[in-house]
T-cell receptor
């Protein structure tokens, strides 16, 4: 079974530029989550999709961040324009809709804004 | 509001020695508890989870954790570590609402196993 896949694994961009991160969840997983870890801090929840709908976006830092999940399959997280404090590792996770299912995490995208 | 505290940011330990990684949480409601591990250049992998039932939970790679409700703790233990256990370990909680697993993570503990 393929796991959660994230692209790219690393991205270095200049302040003010735009970056788009992609997450391919495990096939059949309706729930998709984005998390972020800023250097040395805890991993923080950003938002949660159920299929293509945003269930909870309470963790999104500001309106420079836009997440989409068209068709309920893969998801993208766009940062526009990027700021220095956006640097960190962005994790995506997916889980099945019901039951005591665990969340499966991707390897993360390390974003560095210079 | 829920929170998770991992007081030890780094734990060095010699190979074959026992280790305990501490995790305390605060919550006004019942929670699910998890330990995840991140090996270098890899994603987060579930080690073990406590949902209900027996307070002693066994996970993969010889790890176990004990849920202590009175002390609001969920410490991770292994009786004998290997070099390959060198990784970062994250404790997390979630609220058992149906079908969603919005985690609150601790800041992580880097376990360094020394030869």
């Amino acid at each position: 079974e393929a796991g959660v896949t994230q692209f790219p694994s690393h991205s270095v961009i200049e302040k003010g530029q735009t970056v788009t991160l992609r997450c391919d969840p495990i096939s059949g997983h309706d729930n998709l989550y984005w998390y972020r870890r800023v250097m040395g801090k805890e991993i923080k929840f950003l938002l949660h999709f159920v299929k293509e709908s945003k269930q909870d976006e309470s963790g999104m830092p500001n309106n420079r961040f836009l997440a989409e999940r068209t068709g309920g399959t893969y998801s993208t997280l766009k940062v526009q324009p990027a700021e220095l404090e956006d640097s960190g590792v962005y994790f995506c996770a997916s889980s099945q809709a019901t039951g005591a299912a665990k969340a499966f995490f991707g390897q993360g995208t390390r974003l560095t804004v210079v | 509001a829920q929170s998770v505290t991992q007081l030890d940011s780094q734990v060095p330990v010699f190979e074959e020695a026992p280790v305990e990684l501490r995790c305390n949480y605060s919550s006004s409601v019942s929670v699910y508890l998890f330990w995840y591990v991140q090996y270098p250049n890899q994603g987060l992998q579930l080690l073990l989870k406590y949902l209900s039932g027996s307070t002693l939970v066994k996970g993969i790679n010889g790890f176990e954790a004990e849920f202590n409700k009175s002390q609001t703790s969920f410490h991770l233990r292994k009786p004998s570590v290997h070099i390959s256990d060198t990784a970062e370990y994250f404790c997390a909680v979630s609220q058992p609402t149906s079908g969603t697993y919005k985690y609150i993570f601790g800041t992580g503990t880097r376990l360094k196993v020394l030869a």
